[in-house]
């Protein structure tokens, strides 16, 4: 995992005051975030909590799902966001049970093993946010495990690197979900190998914990995490 990027509390970049622990207020553009735990630790809600965030201030939002349907995401996040401006929202769903919806901010990937099909849908979105002037973007991928129950550790490794490239290279903020009692130890080390940064969280006789490691070099403290939604 790098190690190299900033936070960062005077230039402009990606606000996350509320959302991560008082020394990751702000990150710098391009960064890319491993949200990593066990199941049912709050993953998914962090990263919606994450993008959310930036959607209220005008911000445009991808998310890509691999098993909720896009109907779904979209009433959960239209609740974060009352004021969501779908000109700047994109999905992308991607599962076998087939897209549930046409609208014009959803893209429809029959498998979450077609990986090809999803980059074709995140190509579209960052597109269409570049023609009309969105430059600050925050991107979720929930979960990188369901991609690995498809495909080989090593075939989703090199995806992640090319999406994250990518999207350090528009000056996006990428957050990806990561079930780490659903890998071994090589294929977890092996994905983390993409992120500038982790969030950890993990289940303690006190709840649900978090802490950020990597992102300016520092490892915060674990403090208390309560998921907003279920």
């Known amino acids: 995992m790098e190690t190299n990027r900033n936070t960062d509390t005077d230039q402009v970049g990606y606000e996350l005051e509320g959302v991560l622990p008082e020394e990751t207020l702000r990150v710098s553009p391009g960064t890319n975030i491993l949200i990593a735990g066990p199941p049912m630790s709050g993953k998914q809600d962090l990263a919606l909590s994450i993008l959310a965030q930036g959607a209220t201030d005008g911000e445009g939002s991808v998310i890509v799902s691999t098993d909720r349907s896009a109907d779904s995401i979209n009433k959960e996040f239209t609740k974060r966001v ?3 401006n779908h000109d700047s929202f994109g999905i992308v769903e991607s599962r076998e049970s087939g897209g549930s ?4 901010f959803v893209h429809s990937v029959a498998s979450p093993g077609d990986l090809t099909g999803i ?3 995140i190509s579209q979105f960052m597109q269409r946010f570049n023609q009309s002037g969105i430059t600050q973007t925050r991107l979720a991928l929930d979960s990188i495990s369901t991609l690995l129950s498809y495909v080989e550790v090593r075939t ?7 999406l ?5 290279a528009v000056g996006y903020l990428g ?4 079930d780490t009692g ?23 006789d006190a709840g649900i914990e978090m802490r950020v490691v990597g992102l300016g070099g520092k490892r915060t403290k674990w403090t208390a995490y309560e998921p907003n939604h279920s």
Do not use: W, Y
Request: net charge negative; proline share 2%; with cysteine.
């Open 82 to 84: 009352p004021n969501l």
């Open 101 to 104: 919806a046409k609208d014009e």
């Open 119 to 121: 980059g074709i849908g």
């Open 156 to 162: 989703v490794f090199k995806f992640c690197h090319v």
């Open 164 to 168: 994250t490239a990518r999207l350090e």
């Open 175 to 178: 957050v990806f979900t990561l």
């Open 182 to 204: 659903a890998h071994d130890e090589q294929a977890v080390n092996t994905i983390k190998q993409v992120f500038d940064g982790m969030i950890e969280l993990r289940e303690s």
